[in-house]
């Protein structure tokens, strides 16, 4: 387990990416909820309803769905495994503040469906001010800048332009082209190096350099939970990796960040007997490295 006390330093001045969350927040990313993923499905709705009890706030940071093709495939006529999503984040951001942020896979969440559920769709990245000092918190795949041709993908896919072209497409074809991206997505990551595929430090130290005040910085994406500890810019950093969602194939996995007064926690999920869901292959919570 790592826990760090709040920090002491000024907090630095507010700005429209600023957000400010006293009390106990959870931050959990990667779910890729799906029609092919049913356990996951269900075991996060579980997460959802003891994040609802226990927490003050809650963080989804990005790949929250598997893919996000407009949001009119929310608005009319949902699949109904989609509606079921919809209608559980929505009862959780009845209860508390849900704040949705992007992923490399659901970029196109937009204001309509941040207005559906009742949540805040968060920047990029973001400046949280929280009870143990300001945390910057995103989904990750900015920070893999080792990887040329992803960040060149990343930034055509992002265009205003492109966008406004992939949604004017029919919803059949726009499902078609993101069933065949996560297909060549999924070849190309069988043959790439893994640091591609993990952040650079470079662009790590560089949000520091930022926010020169900052001591933690949260993301996903990488699937590879931990806390790294470290010294950048003459003072220690922490690097929380936040773990992706699978309980339909082995090794069954998931977990959130919870951050208070009393520091900052890695857990990891474990779904209610009363679901008989499988045991996650690893239990509890992890160390700082």
Known sequence: MCRLSPSSSKKPALSKT???LPGTIWVASDIHLARQVPQTCRVFYAFLAEAAVHADALI?????????????????????????ALEHLSETAK?????????????????????????TLMPESALFQTDVGPIHISHGDELCTHDVPFQRFRKFSRHRLTRQLFLALPL???????????????????????YLMDVAHTSVSEVFRTH??????????????????F??????????VL??????????????????????TMHRYT?????????????????CH
């Open 243 to 264: 773990p992706d969602w699978e309980w339909d194939h082995p090794p069954f996995r998931g977990g959130y960040l919870s951050i208070g007064a009393a520091g900052i």
């Open 172 to 194: 059949r074809v726009r499902q078609m082209i993101a069933r065949r991206a996560r297909k060549t997505s999924m070849h190309s990551h069988g043959t790439k190096p893994m």
């Open 60 to 84: 989804l940071a990005g790949d929250i769905f598997d893919a996000w093709i407009g949001d009119d495939a929310a608005v009319h006529e949902p699949e109904p495994w989609l509606r079921e």
């Open 18 to 20: 600023d957000f400010t």
């Open 231 to 240: 010294e950048d810019h003459g003072a220690q950093r922490c690097r929380w």
């Open 271 to 287: 779904a209610p007997d009363s679901m008989s869901a499988p045991k996650p292959s690893f239990a509890g919570k992890t160390g």
């Open 212 to 229: 020169p005040a900052l001591i933690h910085l949260v993301h996903g994406h990488t699937h590879k939970p931990k806390c790294h500890r």
């Open 95 to 119: 209860k508390i503040p849900l704040f949705i942020g992007h992923g490399n896979r659901d970029f196109l969440m937009g204001p309509a469906l941040a207005r559906r559920l009742g949540a």
